[in-house]
């Protein structure tokens, strides 16, 4: 099973570990927003604000070098223009696994 | 050349930020969270280059392209290939790169702006040297001969444009634009997007303004660079 990793950030930083600690403390801000967003609209049933922030999530999932995950948020968000909910769970499920990942970096 | 950047994630901001910093000649003069920000930020701006996000809720990249009159050159940001074909329609896109953006692929994306900016400067240099001393405006159904050299000001004003001479002012129905093209680069400056000064008449320079004859004409931010690069200084 993927994990998530910071292969990505440390070839964007190239050495410069202050690039590399501002990614990671914006993504460990932004990122629990983006949860929050979402897990609310969700609540509301609100198919295109669903979308957008499933959409945001997306570049988080990407960047932390989730390449399976991204398939399943990419098809969850499409599924949502439709609005079907069918991936919602392994969705929420890449949410925690990055939610305690980022805990530990 | 002078750039901003759209997107309403700042991870994304900082990425591009981070790449831009790594290239030569490539300044961020300020990045921007929505469209709508961006919009008030070039009514009063000119700059070279934007890094647009497309998807960005309420007002998306495209409907901004949309939104504006004279876009400067874009390349898009965005993690969806969905809009790369209708993207393409527009000739201000340079490029459109995928989210999370790689080192190469961006570079590939800033060589190709920049050679898309040199074949404009060439052009418009072949435009300077067959450049007259004087043209013509129309005024009333008459053809007006002005002097390029005792042109001081050009302003733009709604529909017309007042050009301003040692001794008399004329009032043209065009626009700043148009007559930019037709001035000489090298007596000429568009310092701020209502104003064209003739850099060999200022007087002063304060902060954000340059003094002509009895003119106070704001300056830019993201002109003063080029303005300083005009004056000889001592």
Redesign the interface.
Known sequence: MEQPNLIYIDKLANGDESVKKRLIEIIKTEFPKEKKEYLLSLENLDYKKIEENVHKLKHKISILGLEKSYEIANKFEHKLRDQRLIDSKSFEGILIKISEYLKTI | MNCIIID?????R??IR??CD?IGNLTIIDEFPNAIQAIKFLNENEIDLIFLDI?M?DFSGLDFIKALKNPPKIILTT??TKFAIEAFEYDCIIDYLL??I??PRFEKAILKTKKHQAVNTSNTSIADLNHKNDFYVNIDRRLIKIDLPEIYLIEAKGDYIHIKTEDKNYVVHSTLKKIEEKLPESLFLKVHRSYIINVKKIIDIEDNSVLIKKDVIPVSRSNRPELMKRLDLL
């Open positions: 309403d994630e700042e991870t994304a900082v990425i981070t790449l790594e998807h809720p993690s969806d989210k999370p790689e080192r």
